[in-house]
């Protein structure tokens, strides 16, 4: 039986991708060979990356402003230290709202001066730090869209003056809309809404680049990959070709807009739900609750147990949360079902009643 997949990541993908992944190990494309064993440089996989670049550009609507769609290796993490050895001359700010953001600050600062605009940390990350200002002698802003570990996300974006500003939308991308064209770099792993760990997609404004003193290894230059089409090294091509296979199911869904109706859906019937019952209680601030990752508490631990107990019988994974927060996290990615989100919130209702 498929289990109710509430993984923070690796996470749940469509079940029409896995079949067509599945099938494409035994035999890609009729051609008697696995997706796993072709050549990168063979016609049918130049297609495959060729088609998930013009989707993702295509599905964060910026076709035809001078973005370029890249998928590289390393994940996110190598992304903190790309960004800024590609960017950073003097000075970065970025805004510091949980722990991604603060390694990302630490990769920052091997390359120049750091400014952390905000910190959410007096807290322990549970809020978004507002009414804060770009400096304008910053190279770049960088910022962290939605925050897995605590829950949180930016429904409202700094303006910048001009300043680029570089995103990492690891967990949230293509969930909502969002005029992306505010972004000079976006970058996210692969394995929150988009396909398997083992790519990474930085969509990139080209005429950012070029303007630092630094001399940059050909692996980390942007536009080395950029030049090669993310073809400088042997890409990840099977997971290229799942995250291709997921940008088609997204568009078919309605694209962005259509599936920020449906995640707008479950994150309502969760956090009602936290809110109404009186054996939880919410982690993030109300205002910057996140829609892929919601947090919460029992307010009495006598009821783990208890609880655990009916998700696993209701075949729910996935949802203790990070070691730095504990309780627990329900993440919502594109794929996941509204009946899923149902199913966890009647297991919530049961154990009040069994309480």
């Not at 829950?151 to 690891?170: L, Y």
């Not at 970058?187 to 988009?194: E, F, L, P, R, V």
């Amino acid at each position: 039986m498929k289990k109710h997949n509430f993984s923070a990541g690796p996470c749940i993908l469509p079940q029409s991708v896995f079949e067509q992944a599945s099938q494409a190990v035994l035999n890609f494309n009729n051609s008697g060979l696995s997706i796993l064993e072709i050549s990168h440089r063979s016609k049918d996989f130049v297609a495959v990356m060729d088609e998930a670049q013009k989707l993702a550009i295509e599905l964060l609507g910026l076709e035809g402003k001078g973005y370029k769609a890249l998928f590289l290796q390393g994940g996110a993490s190598t992304q903190f230290l790309m960004a800024a050895y590609n960017l950073l001359e003097k000075k970065a700010a970025y805004l510091n709202t949980g722990t991604w953001s603060s390694k990302a600050i630490k990769e920052a600062k091997l390359f120049g001066e750091v400014e952390e605009v905000a910190s959410s940390k007096d807290k322990n990350f549970n809020y978004i730090p507002k009414n804060y200002s770009v400096p304008a002698d910053a190279d770049y802003f960088h910022c962290t869209s939605n925050n897995t570990i605590f829950g949180t996300q930016i429904k409202d974006f700094p303006t910048t003056g001009g300043i680029p500003m570089v995103c990492d939308m690891s967990s949230d991308i293509f969930s909502r809309k969002l005029d992306f064209s505010k972004f000079s770099i976006i970058y996210a792993g692969a394995q929150k809404n988009m396909g398997p760990a083992g790519t990474t997609l930085v969509v990139v404004k080209e005429d950012i680049l070029g303007k630092i003193s630094r001399e940059i290894p050909s692996m980390l230059d942007y536009q080395t990959h950029i030049g090669k089409d993310s073809m400088f090294n042997t890409p990840p091509v099977f997971a290229v070709y799942t995250s291709m296979l997921t940008l088609r199911w997204l568009k078919e869904k309605g694209g962005v807009e259509g599936i920020q109706k449906l995640n707008e859906e479950k994150a309502a019937l969760i956090y009602n739900e936290i809110d109404r019952n009186p054996l939880f209680e919410g982690f993030a601030a109300v205002e910057d609750r996140s829609m892929m990752n919601a947090t919460f508490n029992l307010k009495d631990e006598k009821y783990k147990d208890l609880f655990e107990d009916l998700a696993k019988a209701a075949h729910i994974n996935g949802i203790n949360g990070h070691r730095s927060v504990g309780g627990y996290r329900a993440s919502m990615y594109n794929a996941l079902p509204l009946k899923s989100v149902q199913t966890l919130v009647n297991v919530m209702k049961e154990l009040e009643t069994q309480a």
